[in-house]
């Protein structure tokens, strides 16, 4: 069931493309709970803002201090950038091993890869490298995430640089909704650049051997070396106000950063749809190698159709469930979406869902998708379990997946992060705290994907090969009543 990889892909969300989004969204200045709006019919976006570089961000007065600095950490943020985030060697890696495979396999089903290595690939360069020509060895670089600073630049050195700069195109990432749709831009998928280099790890890649995709704002912004001030934590540390949002609450973050990545997928899903009527044929896309339409099984869960069945499974039990190894859309993006959004839209996206899944070889309609894509932009309020207490949530975390399912299990854990986040912000004790990070870690344990010595070789299965749904269910329910002992405090 799980092939081999040598590199070790981590623990929980292991998939990482190496690039963030080019520079699309322009927010207005609103509150952190408000989904920017962005446009539902997939079309390559406008053109970027003039980049600058990161150089242009390297003076010492600027960014490039010392990174030993934590309590202003935006004036080191180039150092840190340049010295500890993998980001900085997103391009470097198009020069390595695996990516001279990668594209070798590709090469052997389509030739319009032809002999050109990864780093000369536009399928690969989108997400790899921010700029073009000389400034792509800066990897993916300050621009990617906050965009193109031509117009920015100095505004941002001003007082009110937070009004200005969003009003000229920077990008505002405190917001999590915004800021888990540019991130989701690569580590998901989306658009096309804006000068044409597409930004998708199809079906074709992952058996060719690209990571797969996966994205979840607070796990990524945990392995995230911090340049920035988070304001979510600044929350707890009694902070100015203008340094904290609206509703500082780990668990309204995540269920924000849900919203974002699914509104990202969404578009990827529809711009797949385009492809595949030919009604998405962009003059800006060179000939040679084209992107698949519908279905492109990258967008869909891996383990429903590549694993061994499950011990217990008897799909007469469910009557309304789908058949083993019928497709199903990635659970990622589509557990718990009752507790990250309002009732209403949550409805609206259950349905879409059921109606892909249930005819997944037929591309969904154009007001299926828009549908869909509204009731996110639509959902700019908290999400409707909010106010409940964690032991309320925590209960209806674990009532809402079936562990059985790996991605619905890795989707709890993210869940019950915020959760365990959210209870510490509220006073839990010492001994509450430990409790309940002892249990994620057992958690986070059962859902590692195994190990195995081969030819004096650690090797780190791709897939969940030995996964115990017993065990993971066990696991859930300790949580809950950990969770359950807590006092109640909404």
């Not at 009110?160 to 991130?183: E, I, K, S």
């Not at 920035?228 to 009694?238: I, N, V």
């Not at 904290?244 to 849900?258: Q, S």
């Not at 959760?419 to 059962?446: D, I, N, Y």
């Amino acid at each position: 069931m799980g092939r081999l990889h040598t590199p070790a892909l981590g623990a929980l969300l292991l998939a990482v493309a190496a690039g963030v989004a080019w520079a699309m969204f322009r927010p207005a200045p609103r509150s952190p709970l408000t989904p920017a709006p962005v446009a539902v019919q997939a079309r390559l976006p406008a053109p970027p803002r003039a980049l600058l570089g990161a150089g242009s961000c390297s003076s010492s007065g600027c960014h490039a201090g010392d990174p030993a600095e934590t309590q202003h950490p935006g004036r080191s943020a180039y150092s840190v950038w340049a010295t500890r985030d993998r980001h900085a060697q997103a391009e470097q890696v198009l020069h390595e091993g695996l990516a001279e495979k990668i594209v070798a396999a590709l090469a052997k089903q389509d030739r319009a890869f032809g002999q050109e290595p990864a780093y000369a690939q536009r399928a690969c360069i989108g997400c790899h490298a921010t700029a073009r020509d000389a400034l792509a060895s800066d990897g993916v670089s300050c621009e990617s995430c906050h965009g193109g600073a031509g117009d920015w630049l100095v505004a941002h050195t001003l007082p009110g640089w937070r009004t200005a700069g969003n009003a000229l195109g920077m990008v505002d990432l405190a917001d999590p909704f915004t800021c888990a749709q540019a991130c989701a831009g690569c580590h998901v998928g989306g658009l096309p650049t804006a000068d044409g280099f597409p930004r998708e790890v199809t079906h074709d890649f992952l058996a060719a051997g690209h990571p797969r995709l996966a994205f979840e704002l607070r796990s990524f912004k945990a392995a995230e070396p911090p340049h920035w001030r988070d304001r979510f934590a600044a929350a707890l540390s009694g902070a100015a106000a203008d340094e904290v949002p609206a509703v500082p609450d780990p668990f309204v973050e995540w269920a924000l950063g849900r919203r974002g990545t699914l509104h990202a997928y969404l578009t990827l899903l529809s711009a797949q749809t385009e492809r595949s009527v030919g009604t998405d044929q962009p003059a800006e896309l060179p000939a040679g190698h084209q992107l698949p339409g519908w279905p492109d099984f990258a967008t869909f869960d891996c383990y429903s159709c590549h694993r061994l069945p499950l011990p217990h499974e008897d799909p007469l039990a469910s009557p309304g469930a789908l058949p083993p190894g019928t497709p199903r859309l990635e659970p990622l993006q589509w557990a718990l979406l009752d507790l990250a959004t309002p009732a209403g839209q949550a409805a609206e996206l259950a349905r879409f869902r059921e109606t892909v899944e249930r005819q997944w070889w037929r591309a969904p309609s154009a007001q299926l998708l828009q549908t869909a894509l509204m009731s996110l932009e639509h959902a700019a309020g908290p999400p409707k379990a909010a106010p409940e207490t964690s032991g309320r949530l925590a209960q209806a975390v674990v009532a809402g997946v079936d562990p059985a399912i790996w991605n619905e299990a890795a989707a709890a854990f993210q869940a019950l992060d915020a959760l365990a986040a959210r209870a510490q912000s509220q006073g839990a004790s010492v001994t509450e705290s430990a409790a309940l990070e002892a249990g994620l870690k057992r958690l986070r344990a059962v859902l590692e994907f195994s190990t195995e010595e081969r030819s004096g070789q650690r090797l780190q299965f791709n897939s969940p090969h030995q996964f115990d749904a017993g065990l993971v269910a066990q696991e859930l329910a300790r949580l809950a009543k950990l969770f359950e002992s807590l006092p109640d405090r909404p």
